[in-house]
Antibody, heavy 122, light 108 residues
């Protein structure tokens, strides 16, 4: 059974760095074509893909946020970490991590964590 | 960047058919995936690769994709189908995940 769970601070001050951790089980990110993405959803708004790391440690980022995001994986801990620098109230959102088990143009998200709400406020 | 356009809302009577469109330039050349998100919950994939269903998803959910429009069809709509629905593609030209703007399905 595949499970993912996000963890991190519920409240962050503007200009600080946000660090989120995705802890997963039921698969290994070192498996061929396995990857984990971060996706966020501001209150009442649509989903926004943020970043992906794959089994080969290739990393991809949303163009609009590329300069502020870093994604990394720890295969031994079954974790993927996302850091976002210089946060702003507009970064207030529920942050999800999600797994893909295919790569290339077929990438879709077959398992999701429950999400964690992050509020950016002073 | 690639843009996916969905109608904000679709209303349908119980037992009828709901059709949710997802527009994009030559979207027929992409693999389109659809997610259902009920209030307060994480999204769940209901159709992947244009028209395939994950195990556990009812046959009432089907998808098609051609030209500039992909469509998610929900047959025999029930109250439990009320949710937001999102289309998604992977834009290989610049390695980006792209979601549509979402469609709220209301069962009358």
């Amino acid at each position: 059974q595949v499970t993912l769970r996000e963890s991190g601070p519920a409240l962050v001050k503007p200009s600080q760095t946000l660090t989120l951790t995705c802890t997963f089980s039921g698969f290994s990110i070192s498996g061929v074509e396995m990857c984990v993405s971060w996706i966020r959803q501001p209150p009442g708004a649509a989903l926004e893909w943020l970043a992906l790391v794959d089994w080969d440690d290739d990393k991809y980022y949303a163009t609009s946020l590329k300069t502020r995001l870093t994604i990394s994986k720890d295969t031994s801990k079954n974790q993927v970490v996302l850091t976002m620098t210089n946060v702003d109230p507009l970064d207030t959102a529920t942050y999800y991590c999600a797994r893909s088990s295919v790569m290339g143009p077929r990438i879709y998200f077959d398992s999701w964590g429950p999400g964690t709400l992050v509020t950016v406020s002073s | 960047s690639y843009v996916l356009t969905q109608p904000p809302s679709v209303s349908v009577a119980p037992g009828q058919t709901a059709r949710i469109t997802c527009g994009g330039n030559d979207i027929g050349n992409y693999n389109v995936h659809w997610y259902q998100q009920k209030a307060g919950q994480a999204p769940v994939v209901v159709v992947y690769d244009d028209s395939d269903r994950p195990s556990g998803i009812p046959e009432r959910f089907s998808g098609s994709n051609s030209g500039n429009t992909a469509t998610l069809t929900i047959s025999r709509v029930a109250a439990g189908d009320e949710a937001d629905y999102y289309c998604q593609v992977w834009d290989s030209s610049n390695d980006q995940g792209v979601f549509g703007s979402g469609t709220r399905v209301t069962v009358l």
